[in-house]
């Protein structure tokens, strides 16, 4: 039988009121607590917080406080990704991001999501795992849903929300965000 940790990675419904998950989101809290209150700013010591929460990645990462996310070891990082201030990872199911990649303030990657139907809402979710490719710029406030794939290279907008799978080396902004034209290739969609 499947604890409801292995169901939560597995993309299964799962109760998130399990002891074992709300320990590895108590755990999260801790770090980021020392992260976005006693250090508040990146130095020798924060570097070693982040290392922490997101043992996944290698060690250049930069986030700029506050920042918060539910468990922090579903979230991969290439070299070099940049996180502004108030960016949120609800990462219930893996977050893979390339090399090279910005955020700008605000931007919000959510994995979570919940059943349609009532009753069974009342005690289970699931999550989506969301994947973003090498050298992308996420402008500030952007909502990335469960799910989601966006390509290398590309941008998208500021405000925009990504419902749906974005191409590589492609500009999306609106909500729902849409491609409005092909980047690094002088091609209008």
């Given amino acids: 039988m499947k604890t409801e940790k292995e169901k939560m990675l597995s993309g299964e419904n799962y109760s998130a009121i399990d002891k074992e998950l709300v320990q590895d989101r108590?755990?999260?809290k801790k770090i980021l607590h020392k992260i976005n209150v006693s250090e508040y700013w990146v130095n020798k010591s924060t570097r070693k917080l982040i290392a922490e929460l997101l043992p996944n990645s290698p060690?250049?990462?930069?986030?700029?406080?506050p920042f918060?996310?539910?468990y922090g070891y579903n979230i991969e990082c290439g070299e070099n990704v940049f996180f502004n201030v108030n960016c949120v990872v609800l990462d219930s199911a893996k977050v893979k991001i390339g090399s090279n990649v910005l955020f700008g303030p605000g931007v919000?990657?959510?994995t979570a999501t919940?059943?349609?139907?009532?009753?069974?809402?009342?005690?289970?979710?699931f999550?989506?795992?969301?994947?973003?490719?090498?050298?992308?710029?996420?402008?500030?406030?952007v909502v990335i849903c469960p799910g989601v794939t966006i390509?290398?290279?590309?941008?998208?907008g500021a405000g925009s929300v990504v419902t749906k799978d974005i191409p590589e080396d492609c500009l999306a902004v609106g909500n729902p965000a849409k491609v409005i034209r092909k980047l690094n290739q002088n091609e209008e969609i």
């Fill in 68 to 70: 918060h996310c539910d």
């Fill in 59 to 65: 060690s250049v990462v930069h986030i700029e406080p």
């Fill in 151 to 156: 390509g290398s290279g590309s941008v998208i």
């Fill in 114 to 125: 919940h059943p349609l139907e009532k009753m069974e809402r009342r005690n289970t979710e």
């Fill in 26 to 28: 108590i755990k999260a």
């Fill in 127 to 141: 999550a989506k795992p969301v994947t973003i490719g090498d050298d992308c710029w996420i402008g500030g406030q």
């Fill in 108 to 110: 919000h990657i959510y």
